[in-house]
């Protein structure tokens, strides 16, 4: 797995969350079933810069605290056994998409919800990675439902509890 971790601030580069951000996914490519070897690009950055992305990619002015940017359309939980002609034959490697995590609205959302730093952002951070999987909660009925599942098993296998 190669995954390119990226912070826009220098002062909020930390040690601790990129290692966090490793388990984390790892964790949730493995409960999905995924054992390729896989490339993910993320950016850790604060309100203004995920507000930026925000406008820039879905015309939403505002910010938020995760956007993923999936490289391909997967069916959720159903990751395909052949991903062969998926794979970039330069790296070897399945090229998953992105990732913007607002490290500044995780600590908001971290005190406004009782939970840990790590806690948001490992939540936060398999939320983006079931998107790019092909999760998706557009509606408010069994696509959410189902999502907000796994998300849960899988921040409980990590002791991400609330």
Known sequence: MKLIIRYS?????????????HRCIKAALAAEGVTVPCEINILVTDDQGIRVINQTTRGIDKETDVLSFPMFQFEPGNFPEDVSE?????????????MAISL?????QA???GNSL???????????????????????GEQKRQMRIREEIIAEELGLLR
């Open 104 to 108: 500044e609205r995780a600590k908001d």
């Open 9 to 21: 601030n220098k002062k909020d580069k930390n040690p601790a969350i990129t290692l966090h951000l």
């Open 118 to 140: 790590k806690r948001e952002v490992g939540y936060l951070t398999i939320h983006s990675i079931l998107h790019l999987l092909g999760y998706d909660h557009l509606d408010e």
């Open 111 to 113: 005190k406004r919800f």
């Open 86 to 98: 998926l794979m970039d034959p330069q790296t070897g490697l399945l090229p998953l998409g992105d």
